[in-house]
């Protein structure tokens, strides 16, 4: 689950972590009563930012929804000493299309924005943790090159990327913060201002059961403190429960109307830009059945979990999402029966296609527990399904299908 800045900024509060003072508002009537509050607390300068689920946000350009031609502003966070200029800069940027390369042409609505405290600052730096699967530890990456992306910065200069693995037994250690600190080059009371940040910050990122936390930029004010100008926080689905304080946050504005219909079905299910549709069980098996696919000279239109216990009514669900989406001209639906047999899905698909209006062309591949019987119950079931033998046959029985629709 992703959160906005504005709120990764007041989970990094509750833990200590210095962060970059603000107030987020969601409608323009909210704008005068976030400025006075900002300048009671003696802030004269101000940064009025885009919150949307996407980066490249300063470099982001503003367009009207309803005429994607019509350029309305360059930049969706802005720097204004002027308190006009800074409500110029929200009535533009609230309720019009975000578009940055992280968004793809599409853009993101702006339906909340951060007014924020604008710092004079003499350092940017790169702070990011996240799991490195690899080796099942957590990572901290720090770079001297903060404001950029973190993947130019390995692509180009990868020798300014610091990397600092956390044993999980035993927490960040002192030293592992000194060390990440002198690998920066702070000195003085910067190199004690960031080993504090640090020590809080990772706390942070475990107490609450992140998946990934970055902080770009992370600033050297020009008295030698380090504090959070940005915050992208993302968290482990599986641990949300531990965390409702965290769930609160969720913007459905910010996810595809389909993620969100599958996931009140327990199915874990990603819109793509495809025309074959896919039902799989198993995540893996999911990835490798959208890999063939590609190699077959078809293109996925979304990946769809249903889970190891695929039923009538997972199954149905999964049409539902799947078919609503009109990109789709074939589907693929691809299980391995080893918790359920092969004979109860393949009811269980036989069911859902009596229940729901499908009207593109399907392919089935059951393999597993009882995957002789369940090709024996689709053949005989007189519905249109076309029946595979194996993945690769699957695949271009799909393909093939989408070329004579």
């Known amino acids: 689950m992703k959160i906005h800045e504005y709120q990764a900024k007041e989970v990094l509060k509750k833990y200590g972590v210095p962060v970059q003072d603000g107030i987020a508002i969601k409608d323009l009537s909210q704008f005068d009563s976030a400025i006075g509050e900002l300048q009671a607390r003696g802030i004269n300068q101000y940064v009025v930012k885009s919150q949307i689920h996407a980066g490249g946000r300063g470099k982001g350009k503003l367009y009207n929804p309803s005429n994607r031609e019509e350029l309305i502003l360059e930049g969706g966070v802005k720097f204004t000493t002027d308190t006009e200029k800074a409500r110029d800069y929200a009535t533009k940027m609230l309720g019009n299309l975000l578009v940055t390369h992280q968004t793809g042409a599409e853009g993101k609505i702006v339906q909340t924005l951060f007014i924020t405290e604008g710092l004079d600052y003499k350092k940017e730096l790169y702070l990011g943790i996240l799991l490195d699967r690899a080796v099942s530890k957590n990572v901290i990456m720090a770079s001297t090159e903060g404001g950029v992306e973190i993947e130019k910065v390995a692509e180009e200069t990868p020798e300014k990327i610091i990397k600092e693995w956390i044993e999980p037994s035993t927490g960040i250690q002192s030293f592992q913060a000194r060390k990440i600190a002198f690998g920066l080059g702070l000195e003085g009371a910067a190199f004690k201002s960031f080993t504090n940040f640090i ?108 889970g190891g216990g695929a039923n009538k009514e997972t199954v149905a669900n999964g049409f539902k999402i799947i078919l609503s989406d009109p990109n789709v001209k074939a589907l693929l639906i691809n299980i391995f029966g080893g918790i359920v047999r092969c004979d109860r899905v393949a009811q269980g698909v036989i069911d859902a296609v009596n229940e729901v209006s499908v009207t593109v062309p399907i392919v089935v591949r059951l393999e597993g527990t009882n995957s002789i019987e369940a090709k024996e119950m689709l053949e005989s079931s007189g519905l249109n399904f076309s029946v595979a033998t194996s993945l690769q046959d699957a695949a271009k029985k799909v393909t093939s299908v989408l070329a004579t629709a």
């Open 199 to 306: 020590m809080k910050l990772y706390k942070a990122y475990e107490e609450t059961d992140a998946s990934m936390l970055e902080i770009n930029p992370l600033v050297i004010s020009n008295d030698d403190k380090i504090l959070a100008l940005d915050a992208k926080m993302n968290f482990d689905d599986n641990a949300l429960y531990r965390h409702p304080e965290i769930v609160a946050y969720r913007d459905l504005n910010e996810e595809a109307p389909l993620e969100i219909e599958a996931s009140k079905f327990n199915l874990n299910y990603i819109k793509l830009d495809g025309n074959v549709g896919c039902m799989v069980n198993g995540a893996g098996l999911a990835m490798a059945t959208m890999d063939i696919i590609k190699l077959a000279g078809g293109e996925p239109a979304n990946f769809l979990d249903v």
